[in-house]
């Protein structure tokens, strides 16, 4: 695991991914196409985390007006040779 991460993370996606889980740049840009906006705003994305083999982000997603309500969304997609193979979503 060490030898690979080395091969394609930066020093510091080194140690974002394996002290704290978070997402590495190569990893973020197969995900960001899966965020949703629902508004001008662009996505809201709370988190994103990785575990090399799935990444799991958290997006707020706001009801369309008149509500004024929101929720929170969680999707993980399973990666397999840098591509999404498979996507769930919770919320």
């Given at each position: 695991?060490?030898?690979?991460?080395?091969?394609?993370?930066?020093?510091?996606?080194?140690?974002r991914r394996?002290?704290?889980?978070?997402?590495?740049?190569?990893?973020?840009?197969?995900?960001?196409?899966?965020?949703?906006?629902?508004?001008p705003?662009?996505?809201?994305?709370?988190?994103?985390?990785?575990?090399?083999?799935?990444?799991?982000?958290?997006?707020?997603?706001?009801?369309?007006p008149?509500?004024k309500?929101?929720?929170?969304?969680?999707?993980?997609?399973?990666?397999?040779?840098?591509?999404?193979?498979?996507?769930?979503?919770f919320?």
């Open positions: 695991m060490f030898l690979h991460a080395c091969r394609h993370d930066k020093p510091l996606d080194f140690l394996h002290l704290f889980g978070m997402a590495a740049h190569y990893e973020m840009d197969l995900v960001r196409p899966l965020f949703q906006s629902t508004g705003a662009g996505p809201k994305v709370l988190w994103v985390r990785s575990t090399g083999s799935h990444i799991a982000f958290c997006e707020r997603q706001d009801e369309p008149p509500s309500s929101g929720r929170n969304v969680i999707t993980v997609v399973k990666v397999v040779d840098g591509k999404v193979v498979a996507k769930w979503q919320g």
